[in-house]
């Protein structure tokens, strides 16, 4: 919460940890020596401009891109790669898998089965990855759906929804593998906006419940504001600037930042 102090991201408490990131595109390098900590349950979000590395840094987190160079933990545990013997080493896939089972991904375009029914998205991975029981499986998607105002769609298939519902649903599937890290990629981009306060009222509510770090790339200035611990200016795959959500906002001081804010609030 914007008011909770107790998230300092010192390496000590680091949930999250890049160090010494690197990630290239061919020759385009888009993250160069990136170093920063999420602590354990702290909400950051990554505002700057488009290209600036903000999804990469997430989907790095996912392992849905390969490290260039460099090392990411999550709970302390090497992601992709770790160091052995002096050498910078891939870590296996078994192991990597099982630290991304933590991890919970929503996506600006929903990704759902579009072959299944809402509950089917939803017990799919916790039957498939995590061994629940169907019957459990089920009652644990109903509870989600509750949450996210779903319960009367639980049969309906992802083209009968509208873009916030089927969004929504992505979020009960996220959640329903008990993430302990959620990352959220642009997930009201490409909803009308008449939609988007319903996805991020039930964001909110989850932030508000729950312990679960948070890693947010957004364009909502508000949405960042209010479920923010920490916010971090990006710009050409740099920090720019970082803050709380009310000192980045209300008084930028990089120039950077200040014709970012200027550009999108
Ligand atoms: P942001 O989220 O800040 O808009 P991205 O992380 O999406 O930025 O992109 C950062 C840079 O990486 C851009 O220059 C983009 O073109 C490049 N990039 C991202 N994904 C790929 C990819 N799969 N292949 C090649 N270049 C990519």
Redesign the pocket.
Known sequence: MPENTQHPGSPGTAHIEFRDVIKR??S?T?LDDLNFTVAQGERVTLI??????????L?LVMTL?ELTGGYIHVGGIPLQYKESGGKRVRVPDKERRRTTQQIGMVFQHFNLFPNMTVRENIVEAPIHVMGLGKEEASSKAEGLLEKVGLSDKKDARPSQLSGGQQQRVAIARALAMDPEVLLLDEVTSALDPELVGDVLGVLKDIAAETDISMLI?THEMQFARDVSDRVMM?DQ?SVVEEGRPDKIFSEPEHQRTQDFLRAVL
């Open positions: 595109f061919g385009n888009v700057g401009p488009s290209g600036s590395g903000k999804t990469t840094i989907r891109e790339v990006f795959g």
